[in-house]
């Protein structure tokens, strides 16, 4: 367990529904990542927030999703009218603030399997 | 463009066989170089950071090395429990925050006893 916990685990869902994630982080990390990974693929970026501030977004991140991170504690990533092409792990990463070194490594939760049928 | 590659892609190795797998890179900018381990279902699981040409990092029968173009991952007298995807990711100069990590497409490892 790296302290990084996501709900929930499985989601199957029609074409045209909306889904919404949680991750909650390590409580004293600030900063959240947001990949997705296919099948045979490496995780791709998504989004990152520092405590409550969208930093970054891939251009991955179409206008039907969206992410949040109220009070810079939990977030949630919303997908609005699923397409099938959506359907992957969604994995949330937390890493420390400028205490910890540098690139010392984000810790991932176990992710959320979405299957949109 | 930024790009990882790992390879191989498969690995099948008997138990106690030891062997390498290469993750070479192509970027603007290194600024840290991670090796991440996932089972079939779960998160990525955070290994080793190698951030300059030369540094080494072990852990068990996990040795990481890194040069100005590629990484290795050394496994010395693997177990069977050493079966699973080993995930390479970069970070560059820029983009800036921490953490956006570009990741190759691994290489699954299945080690037979």
């Known amino acids: 367990d790296t302290g990084v916990s996501q709900d929930p685990r499985h989601k199957i869902t029609k074409r045209g529904q909306n889904v919404t994630f949680r991750c909650d982080p390590i409580?004293?990390?600030?900063?959240l990542y947001w990949y997705r990974q296919t099948l045979g693929q490496g995780p791709e970026f998504l989004t990152y927030?520092?405590?409550?501030?969208?930093?970054?977004k891939s251009r991955l991140l179409s206008d039907r999703f969206s992410a949040e991170r109220p009070k810079g504690s939990f977030s949630t990533l919303e997908i609005q009218r699923t397409e099938q092409g959506d359907s992957a792990m969604y994995l949330c990463?937390?890493?420390?603030?400028?205490?910890?070194?540098?690139?010392?490594?984000?810790?991932f939760g176990q992710g959320t399997r979405l299957t949109v049928v | 463009e930024d790009q990882v590659t790992q390879s191989p892609e498969a690995l099948r190795l008997q138990e106690g066989e030891s062997s390498s797998l290469n993750c070479s890179y192509t970027?603007?900018?290194?600024?840290?170089l991670f090796w991440y381990r996932q089972d079939p279902g779960k998160g990525p699981e955070f290994l080793f950071t190698?951030?300059?040409a030369g540094e080494e990092k072990e852990k068990e029968r996990l040795k990481a090395t890194l040069t100005k173009k590629e990484s290795f991952l050394h496994i010395t007298a693997p177990k069977p429990e050493d079966s699973a995807t080993y995930l390479c990711?970069?970070?560059?100069?820029?983009?800036?925050?921490?953490?956006?990590?570009?990741f190759g497409k691994g290489t699954k490892l299945s080690v037979k006893p």
């Open positions: 990463a937390s890493i420390g603030g400028e205490g910890l070194r540098p690139g010392q490594g984000a810790f």
């Open positions: 409580s004293e990390h600030n900063r």
């Open positions: 927030f520092q405590n409550e501030a969208q930093l970054e």
């Open positions: 970027v603007s900018g290194l600024r840290g």
């Open positions: 190698l951030y300059s």
């Open positions: 990711a970069v970070r560059t100069n820029y983009g800036g925050s921490q953490g956006n990590l570009i």
